[in-house]
């Protein structure tokens, strides 16, 4: 009996996804590694791999079908044992347990088949496929008491999944935790008051956006705190390591050096460097930088781990490749899952300063605007300065004002002593 390939939760947030593209087809061999299709998740476009071997028998689902739910069935595929040169008959092979049914005439002859149908005879070696070996290890059940409908004998899902636990019921609260994801919010109907419109269907990414940063501005109480930064140090010293790295082939951004910056002012600050986690709170013995990048598909956050202790150039050279795999929808969930705190750059669009919604279960982010020529008092006397403004949000659960305060100033600190950065 064929086995289900059934739609995978390829990142923790993810709950349907949008089939993209199948790279197999009905008649294909496939062994365990191999790319099956490529699969729209809430965070971008990842290759799903094949567990098991064995031929594909049916594709279930199209290529292109959105809001996929996980769990559905996607294809079929069957075992390495199984013949599939002649479907039809595999098919109807089930059938007849059915018909045994269907003459009830002599009762006690059906009463007993049942029974004799059970592979407890087999007892030394139990033949099962390997889908059907981990849904009875999950549910806790004694392989030895179910009856195989496959061939020979041979346990398949369906038998395990109709098959009732030992004994030890313990897999049962983990079935009733499942349903208890709490339903995302439903967002009104927009009216229609006769403006002309195009209507565009959501992608994942861009619902997860939504749901999660409704989340943020519902449950979070944000606090805002921004400083202004005079960047003329900065420049002149992103000036002369470029200069230094050209034959590299390096060429360092302001933002390379903000990302590095921030990291180092949360280890120097490290009640900043949190999560609220309800009944605690978590710091973090390093910082991992989750940098806002604006992809095709919506706002993606790919993270520079421990940036603190990363020379500038290697962030600014493993920047370069993550945001390229963003803007692609390639980055892995590694490259975007976790992260302790934000940074959100839109000083390339001229925008002076904003305020950014916090990303949970990070505790802040910060934002930083365009590097401008202002009036700004220098050694006591009024001249021309290049000053950017940063904002940063934090979780008042989590972070008091005043330490939000002393992790905006050695942000400052280090950016208008940039020397630091090198150290």
């Given at each position: 009996?064929p086995i ?17 593209k199948w ?6 061999k496939v ?6 299709a490529?699969i729209?998740t809430d965070k971008?476009?990842?290759e799903?791999e094949?567990v098991?071997?064995?031929t594909i ?6 290529e292109g ?8 069935v996607i294809?079929?595929?069957a ?5 599939v040169s ?6 109807a092979e089930?059938?007849p347990?059915p018909?045994?049914?269907a ?5 006690p002859?059906?009463a007993?088949?049942?029974v004799?149908?059970?592979p407890a ?5 139990v033949?099962?496929?390997p889908?059907?070996?981990r849904?009875a290890?999950?549910?806790g ?8 409908s496959g061939?020979?004998?041979r346990?398949v ?11 030890d019921a313990?897999?049962a ?7 208890a994801a ?7 109907a927009?009216?229609d008051?006769?403006?002309?419109y195009?209507?565009?269907k ?10 999660r ?9 944000h606090?805002?705190?921004t ?12 000036g002369q ?18 990302i590095k910056a ?10 900043c460097n949190?999560?609220f ?5 978590r710091?973090y013995s ?9 992809a095709?598909s919506?706002?993606i ?6 940036a ?6 290697a ?10 795999k963003a803007?692609?929808?390639k980055l892995?969930?590694?490259e975007?899952?976790?992260?302790t705190?934000?940074l959100s750059n ?13 990303n ?6 910060m934002a ?12 006591g ?7 950017m ?8 659960r989590?972070?008091d ?7 905006m100033q050695?942000?400052?600190?280090l950016?208008e ?7």
């Open positions: 009996m289900a390939i059934k739609m995978p939760a390829l990142s923790p947030t993810m709950e349907e996804g949008t089939l993209a790279l197999i087809k009905v008649g294909d062994s365990s590694g191999d790319i099956m490529e729209e971008a476009t990842m799903f094949a098991d071997e064995g028998v049916s594709i279930d689902v199209a079908s959105e809001g996929v739910k996980v769990g559905t294809a079929m595929i075992g390495e044992d199984e013949d002649a479907p039809a008959p595999k098919a089930p059938a347990a018909k045994a049914e003459a009830p005439a002599p009762a002859a059906p007993a088949a049942p004799a149908a059970a005879p087999k007892g030394d070696r033949i099962a496929s889908l059907a070996k849904i290890a999950d549910k059940i004694d392989l030895a008491g179910v009856a195989g061939p020979n004998g346990i899902r369906a038998d395990v999944e109709g098959a009732k636990p030992a004994p313990a897999p609260p983990a079935a009733t935790a499942a349903p709490a339903p995302a919010p439903v967002a009104a927009v009216p008051f006769g403006i002309p195009e209507a565009q959501l992608n994942n990414v861009r619902k997860t956006i939504a749901r940063l409704t989340e943020a501005k519902q449950t979070i109480p606090i805002y705190l400083v202004d930064i005079q960047l003329d140090a900065l420049l002149k010293l992103r390591l470029n200069k230094a790295l050209e034959a590299q082939g390096v060429k360092l951004s302001v933002n390379d050096l903000i921030l990291a180092k002012a949360l280890v120097q600050v490290p009640k949190v999560s986690g309800g009944d605690e709170l710091s390093r910082a991992d930088i989750s940098v806002a990048v604006a095709p919506g706002l956050t790919p993270i520079i781990v421990d603190g202790n990363k020379s500038m150039s962030i600014a050279t493993e920047m370069k490749t993550l945001a390229g803007r692609e929808g892995q969930p590694h975007y899952q976790g992260g705190a934000s839109l000083g390339m669009f001229g925008i002076k300063s904003f305020d950014a919604v916090i949970p279960p990070q505790a802040m982010i930083v605007g365009a590097g401008e020529q202002r009036p700004y008092v220098i050694d006397a009024l001249g021309i300065a290049t000053v403004s940063a904002t940063g949000s934090f979780d008042h989590a972070i004002g005043a330490d939000g305060a002393e992790l050695a942000f400052k600190t950016i002593n940039p020397l630091g950065l090198v150290a």
